[in-house]
């Protein structure tokens, strides 16, 4: 069944895009993140355009955010007043991402900076993950008990809080960059920001892994909403059709990556992911690397006057 | 000169000039509206007519050529070069204005049956379509950028050469059919039927075809250029209840 996107100007089929939405859905319940670094590509790969795919990505991770929050919430695994600080930095983040996205697309380089960005990102966060996840399984195998974590340069800061869900007491300045970071990340590339978010949440700031996935959702949802609202009143790129196409594959498939996340242990989970990834990362620098088969690219939207 | 060869003279131009206005187009269209559905997945127009004469048909032989032709807007054609091991655009050149649909039909393949300048009057073949004059550059070699354009258009649908695809029987009546893609955006698709003989246009018709969105996506794509706001703000209102909406059902199966 095909369906025309109003925004977006193009047909594509409805259960194509359904299914994008319901794989997107399930890492998202499994993993806490926004799932958007493969949703995005996905949509460029069915010809959406670029602008459009980014902007309609962070309005569908909205949808999954709720639909996953809400469980978290339920299982007291959210830290609200962490969520509030990474959230002040995020939003200043992703105004100036929205800018930065608006600068580039006229001048023909947002693709390149956007798979740049994925490239370098999921690289060095899936490696790092994928590292370190693989020692904690050899640890647990062996039955050794993990590793207290040692005060590093982060607890010498300023302004310090409690956070009593994640078990706290730092300052609130690695968490308002950390926030601010992903806004920017979330503006740029239409991505809710987890997979930043969730290593540096569990390495950067020592947060307990319960309280991480449902504390970055928190924080996900209001980003990427005022993303949204920020790219539907600067460029008109939000597509809502295609948005509630993609949302109704994604909470569907959110509720079952959710209880397979349940059934799975902590490690396994991050080293699944950490190979996710990596897989992505891998994918996007083939693409950069071999000579694309056209060279040339039209622009219709955003052309410079 | 004899009277008798000035009379020759103007017989002769007047048989030259004669069909101009011997012969006409009629024109029928299958529908001269396209509204664009949520359920839209391209249209074929049919363009059909009929040849009026008011003298016995005269020699050499008849063509009709059919050209559809989507809003005209600006495009940046961009090209990606090696730099640094990676590909990236290094240089782009902006054409000042392509249509963004654009089909010729015709009974014969166009060289055949159309001169230079009837082409370059009538602006008929396709890369007439496009206005290249002043595309500002930073490429010396503008041509292959236009041609990349072109490559890339047809290779998507909205450019389309159809040879021997306009249908002419008894010299009389015509017809073609010509599929408009998908990817369409909005506007009128003018629309116009040349009658040709011995290379030269003897007559024309132009109409226009309106493309537009209707119902639900009309609504969506008027809120979403006019009132912005309140369209991002219902957009994440539809999230937010699909995702709440979404967790109590699941809760409620699972009881």
């Known amino acids: 069944m095909q369906i025309y996107l109003p925004i977006a100007e193009v047909s594509v089929n409805a259960f194509v895009l359904f299914g994008i939405g319901g794989l997107v859905g399930i890492l998202s319940g499994m993993f806490g993140v926004g799932g958007g670094f493969l949703m995005t590509p996905m949509l460029f790969f069915i010809g959406i355009p670029p602008a459009v795919a980014v902007a309609t990505g962070a309005n569908q991770i909205v949808a999954s955010s709720v639909s996953g929050v809400l469980a978290h919430l339920r299982r007291r695994s959210v830290d609200l007043p962490m969520g509030m600080v990474l959230l002040i930095g995020g939003l200043a983040g992703a105004a100036l991402g929205v800018r ?25 966060v899936g490696g790092l993950m994928f590292v370190e996840s693989l020692a904690a399984l050899r640890r647990s195998k062996r039955g050794a008990a993990p590793k207290r974590r040692k005060h590093n340069w982060v607890h010498s800061l300023p302004g310090k809080m409690k956070f009593r869900v994640s078990g706290l007491y730092i300052s609130v300045i690695p968490p308002l960059a950390v926030g601010f970071l992903v806004g920017m990340l979330s503006a740029i590339m239409g991505v809710g920001g987890g997979f930043i978010m969730v290593p540096a949440m569990i390495y950067l700031l020592g947060m307990p892994t319960k309280v991480v996935i449902g504390t970055s959702l928190f924080q996900i949802i209001f980003v990427t909403g005022f993303v949204t609202v920020m790219h539907a009143t600067s460029s008109q790129t939000v597509d809502v059709l295609l948005a509630l ?61 | 000169m004899s009277s008798a060869r000035v009379f020759g003279v103007i017989f002769l131009l007047l048989a030259l000039i004669r069909p101009a206005w011997a012969e006409e187009v009629v024109l029928g269209l299958s529908r001269s509206e396209i509204p664009i559905t949520a359920t839209f997945n391209g249209s074929e127009i049919l363009v059909f007519g009929a040849i009026k004469r008011e003298a016995p048909l005269p020699e050499g032989a008849l063509d009709v050529i059919v050209t559809i032709a989507g809003p005209d807007a600006p495009v940046q054609v961009r090209r990606k070069e090696r730099r640094f091991g990676i590909w990236v655009n290094a240089s782009s050149v902006r054409i000042g204005s392509a249509p963004g649909f654009y089909a010729v039909a015709s009974t014969r393949a ?50 389309k050469i159809l040879e021997n695809a306009v249908a002419l029987d008894e010299k009389t009546l015509f017809r073609t059919a ?75 199966v699972r009881g």
């Open chain 1, 245 to 305: 196409v993609l949302i109704l594959g994604g909470v569907i498939g959110a509720q079952i990556g959710t209880v397979i996340a349940l059934r799975l242990k902590a490690e396994q989970l991050r080293i699944l992911l950490a190979l996710l990834v990596l897989g992505v990362c891998f994918r996007l620098a083939l693409d950069l690397l071999i000579m694309p088969e056209e060279l040339y690219s039209l622009q219709i939207r955003g052309v410079a006057p």
């Open chain 2, 110 to 159: 166009l060289p055949q049956i159309l001169s230079e300048t009837e082409d370059l009057r009538h602006q008929i073949s396709i890369p007439l379509a496009l206005r290249t004059v002043g595309a500002s550059e930073d490429a010396p070699d503008v041509d292959a950028f236009v041609e990349a354009l072109l490559r890339i258009r047809q290779e998507e649908g909205t450019y």
């Open chain 2, 178 to 252: 010509v599929f408009l893609p998908p990817r369409l955006s909005e506007g009128d698709y003018r629309t116009r039927i040349f009658l040709l003989r011995d290379e030269a246009v003897i007559d024309s018709y132009e109409t226009s075809i309106d493309v537009r969105k209707v119902g639900l996506e009309r609504w969506l794509f008027n809120l979403a250029y006019e009132r912005p706001l309140v369209y991002g703000i219902m957009a994440l209102v539809v999230a937010c209840l699909a995702g709440w909406g979404a967790s109590a059902a699941a809760r409620a």
């Open chain 1, 100 to 124: 930065i996205f608006t600068l580039l697309s006229r001048s023909g380089q947002i693709d390149l900076l956007v798979t740049l960005c994925y490239v370098v990102f999921l690289g060095a």
